[in-house]
């Protein structure tokens, strides 16, 4: 298991440990999902942070 599926997987745990119910419930775990699943691929290096906001390495 990567970084990446490691994150997802913990986004998701804490989002639906936290979330009480309804579809509030799955729009948090979604939503915590997602963030777990960003800081994964940022921690294989699949994704820079960088270059998508706009900063380049030669700044």
């Not at 994150?7 to 999902?33: D, E, M, R, S």
């Amino acid at each position: 298991m990567n970084s990446t599926q490691t994150g997802l997987l913990a986004g998701l745990v804490l989002g639906a440990a936290g979330a009480l119910g309804g579809f509030t419930a799955f729009l948090i775990t979604v939503l915590v999902g997602a963030i777990g699943l960003v800081v994964g691929r940022v921690l294989d290096g699949e994704l820079d942070l960088g270059e998508l906001l706009g900063r380049g390495k030669d700044r």
